[in-house]
């Protein structure tokens, strides 16, 4: 059976990290801050601001939130992301996507200062980040790369198929992976809705990642065994046994998939709790090179 890559004690350990880091900031007069911009009442993403913000405390970070109704218009929007901008106790904003109009969100992005941009989706970033020059690393790819790190199966010399080619994820770990240095030096292929046999490719894989966005899209057939599968997937599936009507599934068959594999995230609990933790990680990059501590 395989082992668990465990991204919820991981993440926990980074934060306590993080949170002895930020003790010595303050006691320099540094609290790094975070900026979260929450247009609608999607429940969805009011839970993920939520858990960003009692992530913050638990980690000593100052955090701000601004909230707008569903019909706030595109200036409105600007306009929050402007205030942050200019407000010298803020290092990093996020403004939680999807807004109720997605034709906004790029334009939105790139108002962002990219010096505050600790998603990293401004084009700023995915520049720097492409030309291997100091920038901030989206966070599910930065993640990823650390739990396959931390947890004993480093990337390097291995061959890691990808599934999924999204400017949040497949897209940005193809680049990390390949690059040189202790989180990368991996050969890497990227799959995707266009590429004919997928488990072609897969099968061939030292680290399977998942992110298509597909509950079943990587089966047991589809991994050789020995394999490190991690799944970026979180879907909704009908299950009438639970209260709320449905329970979230990745992108990999996880049972079969397990039984073969030497290690796999679950879901919930693998990359997940990463994502926020590296939210947090580039929210305290931000103040320290504000401070020229990095």
Not at 24 to 39: C, F, M, Q, R, T
Not at 62 to 80: F, K, N, Q, V, W
Request: include cysteine; charge should be neutral; glycine fraction near 12%.
């Amino acid at each position: 059976m395989a082992t668990i890559l465990d991204g919820k004690q991981l993440a926990a350990e980074m934060r306590a990290e993080m949170a002895t880091e930020v003790v010595g900031l303050s006691a320099k007069g540094i609290v790094p801050g975070l900026g979260v911009v929450l247009v609608g009442n999607n429940p969805a993403s009011r839970s993920y601001v939520t858990a960003k913000e009692r992530a913050c405390e638990e980690t000593g970070l100052h955090s701000r939130e601004i909230t707008m109704p569903a019909d706030a218009g595109y200036d409105a929007i600007l306009g929050a992301v402007t205030e942050l901008n200019r407000d010298p106790a803020i290092h990093g904003i996020l403004v939680q996507l999807p807004l109720p109009e997605a034709r906004m969100e790029q334009a939105v992005i790139n108002a962002i200062d990219p010096d505050k941009d600790v998603d990293g989706f401004h084009p700023v970033n995915v520049g720097r980040m492409t030309l291997g020059l100091p920038a901030f690393i989206p966070c599910t790819p930065h993640g990823v790369l650390h739990l396959l790190q931390r947890g004993g199966f480093p990337p390097a010399g291995r061959h890691v198929v990808i599934v999924g080619r999204s400017n949040i994820v497949g897209r940005p770990l193809a680049n990390l992976l390949s690059m040189k240095g202790p989180l990368g030096n991996a050969t890497v292929t990227l799959c995707h809705t266009g590429t004919p046999d997928i488990g072609r490719f897969t099968r061939e894989a030292d680290i399977v990642i998942a992110a298509a966005g597909r509950p079943d899209t990587v089966t047991a057939a589809m991994v050789k065994e020995g394999a490190v599968v991690i799944d970026v997937g979180v879907n909704r599936v009908p299950d009438a046994g639970r209260k709320s009507g449905f329970r979230l599934v990745g992108d990999v068959s996880y049972d079969e998939v397990a039984a073969k594999a030497a290690a796999i995230t679950p879901v919930p609990g693998g990359v997940g709790p990463m994502t926020i933790t590296m939210l947090l990680y580039n929210t305290i990059l931000s103040a320290k090179r504000r401070a020229g501590l990095a």
